[in-house]
């Protein structure tokens, strides 16, 4: 049975040939999915010919293994590339289950992303509120682009949506963290938020998001 990396590489230079229309597109794409590592986001960008880039990009996702090829081929599958290359049309319907079987008895062995969350931070948190957010925006500053596309895994594609959109700042924030609370939609609680705003590069100060995980912050 042929495994989702090596469908992928079955597929290299189809895949090449379309994507190469936008390479870019596709970069920011795999890239708010964390497909690629930080260099090799960055030995992607480097590249200036389209054609160059999408092959590296290829050549990097397969070499990190079954997990982010299988993360690609479902990027794929998603209604802004299926837009943006019409010819993935091939892969809409592809049944990706046998393809993913290694990638599931995997996954099994690393804990899930919620499940290493405590318990209170699940089930005793409420959903953020548009007050909440509002007020979290408000202490984002000129770094939410960065926030948006690391910390909330936005695409650059919306960021750029949204920055059009909103003159404004703090309108721009908020209606960045909205998007998230929609797409997140029950998982969008006070405490998965302040979490996601508590860690790595872009760690926002606590005086500014503690309130969502203070006791009363349900009634802000």
């Not at 092959?55 to 990190?64: G, P």
């Not at 920055?163 to 963290?177: I, T």
């Not at 405490?191 to 009363?216: C, G, V």
Request: aromatic share 6%; glycine share 4%.
């Amino acid at each position: 049975m042929m495994d989702v990396t090596q469908f992928l590489r079955s597929q290299k230079v189809k895949l090449i040939d379309i994507l190469s229309a936008d390479a870019d597109f596709v970069l920011q794409h795999a890239d708010s999915c964390s497909l690629l590592s930080s260099s090799g986001y960055e030995q992607v960008k480097a590249c200036r010919i389209p054609s160059e880039k999408v092959t590296e990009l290829l050549d990097h996702i397969i070499q990190r293994g079954p997990v982010s090829a299988q993360g690609l081929l479902e990027l794929l599958k998603e209604p802004p590339l299926q837009e943006t290359f019409p010819m993935l049309y091939v892969l809409k319907d592809l049944q990706v289950s046998s393809l993913a079987s290694d990638t599931q008895r995997k996954r099994k062995s690393v804990p899930d992303v919620e499940e290493t969350k405590p318990k209170q931070m699940r089930s005793s948190y409420p959903i953020v509120t548009e007050k909440q957010l509002m007020t979290v925006a408000r202490g984002v500053g000129r770094s939410w682009r960065e926030i948006g596309r690391l910390a909330l895994e936005i695409p650059n594609v919306k960021l750029e949506q949204i920055e059009e959109d909103h003159p404004n700042l703090v309108e721009r924030v908020f209606a960045m963290l909205n998007y998230w609370k929609i797409r997140q939609r029950e998982k969008a609680t006070t405490a998965y938020l302040h979490a996601l705003l508590s860690q790595d590069d872009w760690a926002l100060p606590p005086e500014r998001i503690d309130f969502l995980i203070e006791s009363d912050s349900g009634h802000l």
